[in-house]
């Protein structure tokens, strides 16, 4: 591949040369887990997201997992989550033996419709776990009064929406908990890791002793576990790499914003491609992924054959959950569960995205995707 053809990954995180610093903090410290540097990370998340309590977590399912566990979902319980989303929405219940059960998304958004949420409850559903996809937010106001109705926990999946806001104010900050990850796809990474953001002091302290082994951290030794937990815990050095990443923050989340809009621009005058649903009022997305929609008649195949060969990378974002091969085998679910998710999963492809991608590239991305959607 010459220069001009070089690959064009789909994401890559902005390290420099904070993350090493405080990342040799930590190391020279000597203090890799359970130091100060977790607790700090966790002060400021919380207050950069609007919430009082935070828990960091080894990974975004950790998180999720955990608010799950608490929420005492076992087997014969329903749970409702998003179709078109990460696995992990739906397996972070499953694993507490619930089954899932998925409300189908309104076309525009790609979340969860609330119509379609509140029809699938039955007298088993003790749970919805809400999706803000491709950091979009959710109806959060709606789910909560459905919710609220029908004496169902509410668990937010905000992996995918750091600095998303909703009605105005940040996602985590609606008194909902909140979980938000830091893989290196997403807006801000540690490498691996997840933060639990939550109002209740009580939930705080459950997840805190939950990731640990459920020690107690009251009276008594260390060795003093008053419940059955999980090691979900995160490191020190993941906790340096999110703390360079949280002073740089507004600049991520403002720079994709830029990408974005460039790429709305380049993509614009191609027929055949649906760029992502414009913000609103009461939606304000942060930038995770650039997924694009392309017409019924295109052959995404062909197209994302065609873009791989120019050197540009893209894969299908997100195939729905329900239609998984485990989900197929333990549940029967196949196509026509939910119409909307899948006539959409079946059309989308990602372009490249990240923090830090450079114009030029952008427009090379939208002229082969020209091509390759004309030809
Ligand atoms: C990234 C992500 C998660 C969590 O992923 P981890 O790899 O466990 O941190 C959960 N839900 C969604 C929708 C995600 O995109």
């Given at each position: 591949m010459t220069e001009a053809t070089r690959e064009l990954p789909l994401s890559r995180p902005w390290i420099d040369d904070r993350e090493e610093e405080l990342v040799l903090e930590v190391l020279r410290s000597g203090?890799?887990?359970?130091?100060?540097w977790i607790e700090r990370f966790e002060e400021e998340i919380a207050e950069r997201v609007g919430a009082p309590f935070a828990a960091a977590v080894s990974s975004g399912t950790a998180g999720l997992h955990m608010l799950c566990h608490l929420a005492g979902l076992g087997p014969g319980d329903e749970v409702i989550t998003s179709?078109?989303?990460?696995v992990a929405s739906a397996n972070c219940f499953i694993l507490e033996g619930a089954l899932p059960v998925f409300a189908d998304v309104d076309?525009?958004?790609?979340?969860?419709d609330p119509a379609a949420v509140e029809a699938a409850i039955t007298p088993r559903t003790k749970a919805i776990v809400a999706v803000d996809m491709f950091g979009y937010p959710s109806e959060l106001d709606e789910l909560r009064t459905i919710a609220a109705r029908h004496d169902l926990t509410l668990i937010e999946d905000s992996c995918e929406a750091l600095g998303a806001r909703y009605k105005g104010r940040p996602l985590g900050s609606h008194g909902t908990d909140a979980v938000f990850a830091f893989y290196p796809n997403k807006q801000m990474t540690a490498g691996e890791g997840g933060v639990v953001v939550t109002h209740s002091k009580d939930v705080r302290d459950q997840v805190v002793s939950l990731r640990n082994?459920?020690?107690?951290?009251?009276?008594?030794?260390?060795?003093?576990?008053?419940r059955v937990g999980f090691n979900y815990r995160w490191t020190d050095v993941q906790a340096a790499i999110a703390l360079a990443q949280l002073e740089k923050l507004d600049r991520i989340l403002e720079l994709r914003a830029d990408a974005a809009a460039r790429y709305a621009q380049l993509l614009d005058?191609?027929?055949g491609i649906e760029t992502p649903r414009s913000d609103d009022a009461d939606h304000q997305r942060s930038w995770f992924v650039y997924v694009v929609t392309l017409a019924a008649e295109i052959d995404r195949a062909r197209v994302m054959e065609s873009l791989r060969r120019d050197g540009v990378a893209t894969a299908e974002?997100?195939?729905c959950i329900h239609l998984q091969p485990y989900m197929r085998e333990q549940y029967g679910f196949g196509e026509g569960l939910c119409p909307v998710a899948e006539g959409i999963a079946a059309r989308t492809l990602a372009l490249p995205f990240y923090t830090q991608i450079d114009a030029d590239d952008q427009v090379r991305v939208a002229e082969v995707l020209r091509a390759a959607v004309a030809a």
């Open positions: 203090r890799l887990s359970l130091g100060p179709p078109l989303s990460f076309p525009s958004t790609l979340n969860m082994q459920g020690r107690s951290y009251g009276e008594g030794s260390w060795f003093n576990h008053v005058s191609i027929d974002y997100i195939p």
